[in-house]
């Protein structure tokens, strides 16, 4: 089966700087790449996705970059506020498990982001 | 928010018993996942249901079965509940037009199994 790595497991910075999470895959069928993003308590938001084709996907302070030769892909944030402090997740998906259609994200294990004000 | 809701929100069993947990899918979509999120780790994929049939599963032993109803809402059963199936459990809907991409999750059911 998929795994999925996400380095770092915590990450600290101060409120303004940027923050990057990467996460490596082990996949090479994988074509779907999402992030999720899952404050205490609550469900798992889907925050910025991107597919096979495109290297780069940009929503206004978040943005996410694709490297499939070497099976990672990464999470940037930038001007960083308290309230995107939470756990984040990757979750690579293939299109199709043998003749089977479905969508199975493999969550990696998170990384706790904390902003400091 | 998304539209995705489920039921009931907290529930406490205990071990042996059997425990059915719901969830109504967002307007437009036609597949329902299920995912077990034990405390401090990601979700893990327990099947997904499209079109009323079981449409791929996870690693989950055959003690966790599901039901998909034609207004695609959908079921989690478990029988003979172990400590261990303590967890969240959380269902998410999405699109499948031959894959489904852009699942959006529900709050989740938190079950403790005693």
């Known amino acids: 089966g998929e795994n999925v790595e996400q380095h770092p497991s915590t990450l600290s910075v101060q409120e303004g700087d940027s923050a990057v999470i990467k996460c490596t895959y082990s996949d090479s069928a994988s074509n779907y790449f999402p992030w999720y993003k899952q404050e205490l308590g609550k469900r798992p938001q889907l925050i910025i996705d991107?597919?096979?084709?495109?290297g780069e996907k940009k929503d206004q302070r978040i943005a996410v970059t694709l490297n499939k030769t070497a099976k990672h892909f990464s999470l940037h944030i930038t001007e960083t506020q308290p309230e995107d402090s939470a756990v984040y997740f990757c979750a690579p998906q293939r299109e199709r498990d043998g003749g089977t259609s479905y969508g199975k994200l493999t969550f990696g294990q998170g990384t706790i982001l904390t902003v400091h004000p | 928010e998304t539209g995705v809701t489920q039921s009931p929100t907290h529930l406490i069993k205990t071990r042996g018993q059997q425990v059915t947990l719901r969830c109504s899918s967002q307007?437009?979509?036609?597949?329902v996942s299920w995912y077990q999120q034990a405390l401090g780790q990601g979700p893990q994929f327990i099947f997904q249901y499209y079109r009323e049939e079981e449409n791929g599963r996870g690693n989950f032993p055959p003690r966790f079965s599901g039901l998909q109803f034609p207004n695609y809402s959908s079921e989690l059963n478990v029988n003979a509940l172990e400590l261990d199936d303590s967890a969240l459990y959380l269902c998410?809907?999405?699109?499948?037009?031959?894959?489904?991409?852009?699942?959006?999750f529900g709050p989740g059911t938190r079950l403790t199994v005693t």
């Open positions: 991107i597919r096979s084709n495109v």
């Open positions: 998410a809907s999405s699109f499948n037009r031959g894959f489904s991409y852009e699942q959006y």
């Open positions: 307007s437009g979509h036609n597949t």
